[in-house]
Nanobody, 116 residues
Framework: QVQLVESGGGLIQTGGSLRLSCAAS????????MDWYRQAPGKQRELVAG???????KYEDSVKGRATISRDNIENTMYLQLNNLNAEDTAVYYC??????????WGKGTMVTVLS
């Protein structure tokens, strides 16, 4: 079993920054992909940033230039630094881990609210 625990959400002023963390634990025998997703109220869940199976990084267009994703492979922890926050960044942010193709795990999410 794998557990993912996100932290770092909260209330942030427009223009501010945040750093989200995702701590992975349990039977992590491999990491095929690891990502951050978010779901805004009334919208579908969308990919924010992630590492693909080759370790390449991808960013969703609206966060390019504002986001930095990183990973500590020893601690099995993933981070998301997001700067210059705006109202459209308000969402629940989820950590996603794919151990092998099709073997997906999700965290419970951390809420980020950007105050105007």
């Amino acid at each position: 079993q794998v557990q993912l625990v996100e932290s770092g959400g909260g209330l942030i002023q427009t223009g501010g920054s945040l750093r989200l963390s995702c701590a992975a634990s349990g039977s992590i025998f491999s990491i095929y992909a690891m990502d951050w997703y978010r779901q805004a109220p009334g919208k579908q869940r969308e990919l924010v940033a992630g590492f693909d199976s080759d370790g390449r990084i991808k960013y969703e267009d609206s966060v390019k230039g504002r986001a930095t994703i990183s990973r500590d492979n020893i601690e099995n922890t993933m981070y998301l630094q997001l700067n210059n926050l705006n109202a459209e960044d308000t969402a629940v942010y989820y950590c996603h881990l794919e151990l092998l193709p099709g073997m997906n795990y999700w965290g419970k999410g951390t809420m980020v609210t950007v105050l105007s």
